[in-house]
């Protein structure tokens, strides 16, 4: 994400923004994301072809107005919000997923 501005597009009070969720049993959760330089943001988007181009066509998303989602967010001591940030790091894949180069030991001579 990028941390500068905080508010890459200014949203309206009452505008609806998509706001990308995590799906759990209890039902959805929204996503928080780090700037680059660790801070924490909430993060919407103005668009649904904005979103997909950042996220990918397979995250789901809700539509928020600016307040609710800072009313979400806050609670949660994130207090920065992020609209169409231009870039989105790759989630961090399981360890079982990585697969090790077999490297040969070497001995110091």
Known sequence: MNSEPSERVPAGRDEQ???PVRSGP???TVRMF???LGDRTAV???SEAR???TLGPTQAWILL???ALR???EPLG???LTVDPPFAAAAPRPLSEVRYAAVEPTLAR
Do not use: D, K
Request: hydrophobic share 60%; charged share 10%.
């Open 17 to 19: 923004l998509l706001v």
């Open 26 to 28: 209890l039902g959805h």
């Open 34 to 36: 780090r700037t680059p």
């Open 44 to 46: 919407a988007f103005s």
């Open 51 to 53: 979103l997909i181009a």
């Open 65 to 67: 107005a600016e307040p």
């Open 71 to 73: 009313a979400l967010a």
């Open 78 to 80: 994130v207090n920065r």
